[in-house]
T-cell receptor, first 115, second 111 residues
Framework: GAGVSQTPSNKVTEKGKYVELRCDPISGHTALYWYRQSLGQGPEFLIYFQGTGAADDSGLPNDRFFAVRPEGSVSTLKIQRTERGDSAMYLC?????????????FGPGTRLTVT | TQLLEQSPQFLSIQEGENLTVYCNSSSVFSSLQWYRQEPGEGPVLLVTVVTGGEVKKLKRLTFQFGDARKDSSLHITAAQPGDTGLYLCAGGGGSNYKLTFGKGTLLTVNP
């Protein structure tokens, strides 16, 4: 079956611009996560959705970052007024249900470069 | 704050050698997941361990979860160049079910 997909695979934008990153989870998975990975680091949690609602957005670095999942499937991560420090790999993961033991499956990521 | 420390950070070995990668924490996790990541790609799930003392084998890879569910190890037998990649351990649990990742072990297997 199809895995998690993310678009675009690469995004180059100028400082101050607005960007949207899209995630299409595995069909039937109710939980969706966004992570950010900087070079030489492991992924860091940003936000978690259970269904349509953001169950925990404590990992979002500031109010320039926002994510939605309006129909409980596809999610969009939105970054306003991008800064060079936002450059990173943005990863989306989904799991069948939300549990400390649930396996999370990752997409290929979106490489964001802010110039 | 839950932290996972992986060691070694870098490992370069010859084809056919054995190796062990460690993942340690002072926190207890509900599960421990191991991923392998290629450059420019997302992490690919290798295994999930959930029971203290659990051992799982995946071909030449052996994964172990510590009795106290605070640490884990990955052992590779007779490494091959195709094993090259970044190995990440991630602890699951907590109220938001997020994964807490280590920084990874970058493995290079030379032919």
């Amino acid at each position: 079956g199809a895995g998690v997909s993310q678009t675009p695979s690469n995004k180059v934008t100028e400082k101050g611009k607005y960007v949207e990153l899209r995630c299409d989870p595995i069909s039937g998975h109710t939980a969706l996560y966004w992570y950010r990975q900087s070079l030489g680091q492991g992924p860091e949690f940003l936000i978690y959705f259970q269904g349509t609602g953001a169950a925990d957005d404590s990992g979002l670095p500031n109010d320039r970052f926002f994510a939605v999942r309006p129909e409980g499937s596809v999610s969009t991560l939105k970054i306003q007024r991008t800064e060079r420090g936002d450059s990173a790999m943005y990863l989306c993961a989904s799991s069948l249900w939300a549990s400390g033991r649930a396996e999370q499956y990752f997409g290929p990521g979106t490489r964001l470069t802010v110039t | 704050t839950q932290l996972l420390e992986q060691s070694p950070q870098f490992l370069s070995i010859q084809e056919g050698e054995n190796l062990t990668v460690y993942c340690n924490s002072s926190s207890v996790f509900s599960s421990l997941q191991w991923y392998r990541q290629e450059p420019g790609e997302g992490p690919v799930l290798l295994v999930t361990v959930v029971t203290g003392g659990e051992v799982k084998k995946l071909k030449r890879l052996t994964f172990q979860f510590g009795d106290a569910r605070k640490d884990s190890s990955l052992h590779i037998t007779a490494a091959q160049p195709g094993d090259t990649g970044l190995y990440l351990c991630a602890g699951g649990g907590g109220s938001n079910y997020k994964l807490t990742f280590g920084k990874g072990t970058l493995l290079t297997v030379n032919p």
